[in-house]
């Protein structure tokens, strides 16, 4: 009963905003004003402004609510785009040069140590530097990296579909470098560049760099609908790629159909638009399988996959890896232009430690204390952080994305915690427009020590603070 007046509340306001009942730009009724107005719950009237946002009909604006969006919808005939939905070009904003130099992107409490070390990693590491020859020492190795593990990521990078060998494989200094180079194979400067979003702050950074353009759309993880919006989005702009985030994207954690799998990677196909997916959190999921990649879906060479043994392994390794499909050729080139080449006995010690089947049980585990750890955050949030409007349920991952109220601007909320050394991650440094800046990214890789939840606590002060100079 519940997803059926969610769907009746979402059609009534979608019908008054496309028929002009409700101007662009006039605000919202707030969540208090529709529950008490449509008699619905607060989850349902959640629901039904969360949907009209991902389909760009409302926005929220942070201390202020939700206003109608200065645009109308797609029109599914003529393929026409609402005004507004250009491509823009990037300029971040030194918060996220902050948060880097603190190396705080997935802890709140930066610098509190863990007990987990990786023995067995640190033993293969050790072995392979103990054994590393004259000549490895005075000579780079093979610019598509070393045979040994790239024909071990193949054997990896199977588990989520499709038939590959090492020879298709160029190793990278981790997933950013993959996505440069990804992207400079398929964009020059000045081309546009289609992201979904929210979306991992590091392509917009790489985007800026190299001169490109970028136009969102909402995620394809959240909602089928968002598919048509892609479509309008490749008809009007013949964008030179689209970059995605399909199986447990930050900072949702959410995953994206199997069936939209499938039709994004056709889509792209028949526009001439060339896919670079980012599988990061690919093996990080919490269900009984490996979701498949888009890579797995593609027949032609259109999908360019990029990852890294980061988020699974150590992010000390510095060791990613991209599959270009057609592009080989061109991201051979760019790794050299780029790289040169990356430490043998670093990429030695890796592969050692898969050929050992060390990397499956270590990820295994972390995948079970990961999940564990999903509820427990939720319950923490819920307990702690005042004016939660939602909170996402991630399939994998090591995120979730935390919506507040729309008067709560988070970054001033992280710029007041600063002086604390506690540390979030604004949602607007997950939108090349800063759209989200009502959200935070909450990772729960960490353990919730007792430091932790004080911290949590502390950031549930500082938004109750935040919000009294609003009132």
């Given at each position: ?147 040994a593990l790239r024909r071990e ?191 043998q006995s670093v990429q030695k ?123």
């Amino acid at each position: 009963m519940a997803t059926f007046i969610y769907h009746e509340i979402e059609k009534a306001l979608r019908d008054e905003i496309l028929s002009g009942q409700r101007a662009p730009g006039s605000k919202m009724p707030s969540i208090r004003e529709l529950c008490k107005d449509r008699s619905v719950s607060k989850s349902t009237a959640i629901k039904a402004y969360q949907q009209l946002e991902s389909e760009l009909l409302i926005e929220s604006r942070p201390r202020s609510g939700y206003y109608v969006c200065r645009k109308t919808e797609v029109d599914k005939t003529s393929g026409a785009l609402p005004s507004g939905h250009d491509p823009v070009f990037v300029n971040f904003d030194e918060v996220l040069v902050d948060i880097m130099d603190r190396g705080a992107p997935f802890d709140i409490l930066p610098g509190v140590p863990r007990a987990d070390d990786n023995d067995e990693l640190k033993r293969c590491m050790a072995r392979a530097f103990r054994q590393q020859t004259s000549y490895e020492a005075m000579y780079y190795d093979d610019p598509d990296g070393l045979p040994a593990l790239r024909r071990e990521i193949a054997r990896h990078v199977q588990r989520g579909g499709g038939n590959l060998s090492q020879d298709d494989i160029v190793v990278t200094n981790g997933c950013q470098h993959a996505l440069m180079i990804a992207l400079m194979a398929t964009a020059k400067a000045g081309d546009t560049v289609v992201v979904e979003a929210p979306a991992f702050y590091g392509v917009f950074q790489a985007i800026e760099a190299l001169g490109l353009r970028c136009i969102e759309v909402p995620s394809l993880a959240e909602c089928d609908s968002n598919l048509g919006l892609l479509e309008a989005t490749l008809n009007r702009w013949q964008p030179a790629a689209f970059v995605c985030f399909p199986n447990f994207a930050t900072p949702t954690g959410s995953i994206m159909p199997e069936a939209t799998k499938a039709a994004t990677v056709a889509l792209c196909h028949n526009h001439g638009v060339a896919i670079i997916e980012d599988d990061i959190y690919g093996e990080l999921y919490f269900g009984l399988s490996r979701p498949r990649t888009l890579y797995s879906y593609c027949d032609n060479g259109n999908v360019l996959l990029c990852s890294s043994f980061s988020k699974s392994l150590s992010r000390d390794l510095r060791i990613g890896w991209l599959i270009p499909g057609k592009h080989i050729n061109a991201a051979r080139r760019l790794k050299i232009a780029s790289s040169i080449s990356i430490s043998q006995s670093v990429q030695k010690g890796i592969a050692q430690y898969m050929i050992e089947g060390h990397l499956q049980r270590w990820v295994g585990e972390k995948r079970s204390e990961l999940s564990q750890r999903v509820a427990e955050t939720q319950m923490l949030i819920a307990n702690t952080l005042p004016t939660v409007a939602s909170v996402s349920t991630p399939a994998g991952g090591l995120s979730l994305w935390v919506e507040f109220d729309p008067s709560v601007d988070t970054l001033m909320l992280y710029k007041r915690l600063r002086g604390s050394d506690i540390s979030i991650t604004p949602g607007g440094l997950f939108s090349v427009k800063q759209r989200f800046g009502h959200c935070i990214r909450l990772s729960f890789e960490h353990p919730w020590t007792a430091d932790r939840i004080n911290a949590l606590r502390a950031i549930g002060a500082e938004i109750t603070a935040l919000s009294a100079t609003t009132d």
